[in-house]
T-cell receptor, first 112, second 119 residues
Framework: KNQVEQSPQSLIILEGKNCTLQ??????????LRWYKQDTGRGPVSLTI?????NTKSNGRYTATLDADTKQSSLHITASQLSDSASYIC???????????FGRGTSLIVHP | EAGVAQSPRYKIIEKRQSVAFWCNPISGHATLYWYQQILGQGPKLLIQFQNNGVVDDSQLPKDRFSAERLKGVDSTLKIQPAKLEDSAVYLC?????????????????FGPGTRLTVL
């Protein structure tokens, strides 16, 4: 069964600090991995996407890494801002059907 | 470019009542998804359409949930009868490609969701 596990479940940091969120998956065959940001009361918005051959992708202060051998990904947020407070969801799509499997998300709270 | 539209934004019903949600995807997007997101959890895929055909509905509780996508554009999701555990946000998303398409470009664009409360 395809699964995506994220950790930690929740995280509280101070504004300006860095943090790293983790994603482990068992989706097979692998097509791509996306990180989404979901603000409270809104739908998720894509931050990054990586395919099998890519092991790092940046989008401003967000940097995602992918290790296809260990089936792990991380999302690193640099110099956090209050607006980074949101849920971050890891989504892995299977090859062929591209049916996505969602993680439960990591809830990030950035305090001033 | 207009985004994914959903209505209503909020709905409160009593258990055993019926409810319907509507979604209008981004123009030209072949694939449409309905998700159920329970508070504190990630979205759970209920059904995926490509054009007006069903790609995956393995997690749709078919005894009470139904969905259709007429003419491959708008879609409705219906719950009949509703249970307390159906209280959740129902998200609709669309993507340009889907099964058989360019997977790298299957970014999903989400609507704002419909928050359902079943009393």
């Amino acid at each position: 069964k395809n699964q995506v596990e994220q950790s930690p479940q929740s995280l509280i940091i101070l504004e300006g600090k860095n943090c790293t969120l983790q994603c482990n998956y068992t989706v097979s065959p692998f097509s791509n991995l996306r990180w989404y940001k979901q603000d409270t009361g809104r739908g998720p918005v894509s931050l990054t996407i990586m395919t099998f051959s890519e092991n790092t992708k940046s989008n401003g202060r967000y940097t995602a890494t992918l290790d296809a051998d260990t089936k792990q990904s991380s999302l690193h947020i640099t110099a956090s801002q209050l607006s980074d407070s949101a849920s971050y969801i890891c989504v892995v799509s299977a090859g062929g059907s591209y049916i996505p499997t969602f993680g439960r998300g990591t809830s990030l709270i950035v305090h001033p | 470019e207009a985004g994914v539209a959903q209505s209503p934004r909020y709905k409160i019903i009593e258990k055993r009542q019926s409810v319907a949600f509507w979604c209008n995807p981004i123009s030209g997007h072949a694939t449409l998804y309905w998700y159920q997101q329970i508070l504190g959890q990630g979205p759970k895929l209920l059904i995926q359409f490509q054009n007006n055909g069903v790609v995956d509905d393995s997690q749709l509780p078919k005894d009470r949930f139904s969905a259709e996508r007429l003419k491959g554009v708008d879609s409705t999701l219906k719950i009949q009868p509703a249970k307390l555990e159906d209280s959740a946000v129902y998200l609709c998303a669309s993507s340009l490609y889907g099964q058989g398409g360019l997977g790298y470009n299957n970014e999903q664009f989400f609507g704002p969701g419909t928050r359902l409360t079943v009393l």
